[in-house]
Nanobody, 127 residues
Framework: RVQLVQSGGGSVQAGGSLRLACALS????????MAWFRQAPGKEREWVAG?????????????YYADSVKGRFTISQDNSQDTVYLQMNSLKPEDTAMYYC???????????????WGQGTQVTVSS
């Protein structure tokens, strides 16, 4: 199993940028598929971006995005594969939500199927 600890987030004006980080620890952390989700008040949790394992390692060549963030958000990881990032540029008020990182041995896009979660971090974008 793995443990996920999030950092980053905060408040920014529309058009600004923020970066979220998700630090993984545990056995074979690099072999877990990772994703970012978000949940706005009164709305269902939604998938934002994912970085998937290819072979034995998570690969930055296998990243996918929700249409709503494509071209503005980038998911990446550090060389040790211990930390996964979500760089968020050109932020809009509708990006305001609690953001969560998630991990699983299997590749999902439905949040209900992910086994491990970060604690969540708030992102607020003002107009």
């Amino acid at each position: 199993r793995v443990q996920l600890v999030q950092s980053g987030g905060g408040s920014v004006q529309a058009g600004g940028s923020l970066r979220l980080a998700c630090a993984l620890s545990g056995d074979d952390a690099s072999r877990y598929h990772m994703a970012w989700f978000r949940q706005a008040p009164g709305k269902e949790r939604e998938w934002v971006a994912g970085i998937w394992v290819v072979g034995s390692w998570r690969s930055v060549g296998n990243t996918y995005y929700a249409d709503s963030v494509k071209g503005r958000f980038t998911i990446s990881q550090d060389n040790s594969q211990d930390t996964v990032y979500l760089q968020m540029n050109s932020l809009k008020p509708e990006d305001t939500a609690m953001y969560y990182c998630a991990a699983d041995r299997f590749r999902y896009t439905d949040w209900r199927q992910f086994s491990y979660w970060g604690q969540g971090t708030q992102v607020t974008v003002s107009s």
